[in-house]
């Protein structure tokens, strides 16, 4: 029995390695990274109940960059995997839920410091090798964020337990932060290793069973989140991951009377549609289900005249173009005034133009593959249409080759029409678009810009005057839940800057930070009398 309020260490941001030329950190990363790329082909399988589950259906993996290049495969499952992973889940929940928390928290914590020190490599070579992020991206993703989510959370969810009500004198009262009855359904995308673990161990924090869908396009590292969980011990059941077609699992998880919440990343699309399908069938289950979910962003750089044109062009380069732009948080478009236009193209195409493409192995390649074929397919569509347009020039890139790997050179696009399509859709890959507006019409183009797109994620205001920056930050109070000020619209750190945004980027939940905890836990209020009354008269009636 656990007769103590206990004290979780104190949560600080896992320090991110640099991977410089002669650096151990680098020859090692780079070792694994062509370990795992020479190994045999791997067969990753299916985890229900703790047990892996393999299928005669084989898909296959290759890097984006090469994909020639045969990783291995994984097992791809059907219905009847999706009910075998709910029954487990709701097989370990009792035993979970009924675990101390201090347990929990303990389970997650070892899980930081093992992929702190021997997962790191494998993780984010894993990531490198399937994603195509080059060492840095992985370094601040598959190791440092998840790192930070582990950690943080476990500190997030101590204060929530602490957080309890007043008493008055001859009663006690009590919260108590009981796990949603039911499971919870994590579906993950394949851009943020990091995301695809938190939003399994954000819920089973919290004494909830997850069943949990990773996009095809990150199953290789998905296997290293699981095998990371079991090595933190975490128990059989309680986080259950299926490959199966994404109807397939709607079909069945969404019809099943425990199914107690969803947490999401993806598309707007998709969302919306989850969204609908639950609320058909609202008559089964036992609770209104928790519905979490971040989706799509159409991030801008907004800039003043005041600004200064080398942190402009910085911001956009950065912005826009690390990992192919395939982040949430991305910088899409930008607003830059007349007046220092010239000096910020003259820079940042320097800077764009210096850019290497190519694999994740060769450290100097600042820009690598798109994930896969379909988006590929996708981004050069948009990149054409650009071609055809009378009010629209692209300045840099405008090629791609898919021979190889799916490649892309960093494109930018020049519009004189504030509402082009290139200004208003999601691209989701390496295309930034960019309106120059008359510099004293600053204010007119922020109305613009809040009314362009129907995201609302992430943005930014770069400016030296302090005025233009207070008027912008209001009037776009609602354009992005996460908001800079002189920086690039990307990079939110958990502990920091909580991340998550509203309109049509999601529910606005924000990850790394205690509100998100709080969607999966339901709330019991407790109140003890110590001397209860004899008599039904209250003073009044005398």
Request: proline share 5%.
């Amino acid at each position: 029995m656990s007769n103590a309020i206990f004290q979780v260490p104190v949560a600080i941001n896992e320090p991110v390695r640099g991977y410089a030329p002669g650096s151990s950190d680098r020859e090692k990363l780079l070792n694994t990274y062509t370990e795992m790329y020479n190994q045999t082909p791997i067969d990753i399988p299916m985890y229900i109940n703790g047990k892996e589950v393999f299928t005669e259906n084989k898909k296959s993996i290759h890097p984006p960059h090469e994909h020639a290049k045969l990783l291995g495969h994984f097992n791809h499952g059907n219905g009847t995997h999706v009910q075998a992973a709910i029954d487990a889940a709701l097989g370990a929940k009792q035993a979970w839920a009924n675990l101390p928390w201090q347990d929990r928290a303990a389970i997650f914590l070892k899980a930081a410091d093992l992929l702190a020190g021997p997962f790191r490599d494998r993780m984010n070579a894993a990531t490198m090798l399937a994603q195509s992020k080059n060492v840095f991206q992985a370094e601040i993703d598959a190791a440092c964020e998840l790192i930070d989510f582990f950690r943080f959370n476990v500190q997030y969810m101590t204060r929530i337990y602490t957080e309890q009500p007043e008493s008055l004198p001859g009663m006690w009262n009590r919260l108590e932060y009981r796990p949603l009855e039911g499971f919870v359904f994590a579906l993950t995308p394949f851009n943020f290793t990091s995301i695809a673990a938190n939003l399994c161990a954000a819920p089973a924090m919290m004494g909830n069973v997850v069943v949990w869908k990773p996009a095809d396009s990150q199953v290789y590292s998905a296997q290293v989140i699981m095998e990371l969980f079991k090595a933190a011990g975490v128990p059989d059941g309680v986080i259950n991951m299926v490959t199966v077609d994404g109807p397939v699992a709607g079909d069945i998880i969404f019809k099943n009377k425990h199914f107690a919440g969803l947490h999401f990343t993806g598309s707007t699309g998709v969302f919306r549609h989850l969204w609908k399908e639950i609320g058909t069938n609202l008559e089964h289950y036992r609770s209104y289900p928790r519905i979490v979910g971040e989706t799509g962003g159409k991030d801008f750089i907004m800039v003043h005249k005041s600004a200064n044109a080398a942190e402009v062009a910085t911001a956009m380069s950065r912005g826009a173009f690390e990992f192919q732009g395939q982040k949430c948080s991305a910088a899409s478009r930008a607003y830059i005034p007349s007046n220092i236009w010239e000096d910020v193209k003259k820079i940042y195409v320097n800077q764009v133009n210096s850019f290497k493409v190519g694999s994740p192995s060769d450290t100097s390649n600042f820009v690598n593959a798109v994930i896969d074929e379909r988006a590929f397919d996708k981004i050069a569509g948009y990149i054409d249409f650009a071609k055809t347009q009378a009010d629209a020039e692209i300045i840099t890139g405008g090629n791609y080759d898919k021979s190889t790997g799916y490649f892309i050179e960093p494109t930018t696009i020049v519009t004189t029409n504030p509402k082009f399509r290139t200004m208003s859709e999601e691209i989701f890959g390496p295309v930034l678009t960019i309106y120059v507006y008359p510099e004293n019409e600053f204010e007119q183009t922020l109305k613009i810009l809040d009314e362009t797109s129907e995201y609302a994620l992430t943005g930014s205001i770069i400016s030296n005057d302090r005025y233009a920056i207070n008027f912008a930050t209001k009037a776009l109070e609602n354009a992005a839940g996460n908001f800079y000020i002189n920086d690039k619209p990307t990079g939110a750190v958990v502990g920091q800057q909580p991340f998550g945004g509203a309109r049509g980027s999601g529910t606005n939940d924000k990850a790394g930070a205690s509100m998100n905890l709080l969607r999966w836990v339901s709330a019991r209020t407790i109140k003890e009398t110590f001397v209860p009354p004899t008599d039904y008269k209250y003073p009044f009636l005398g």
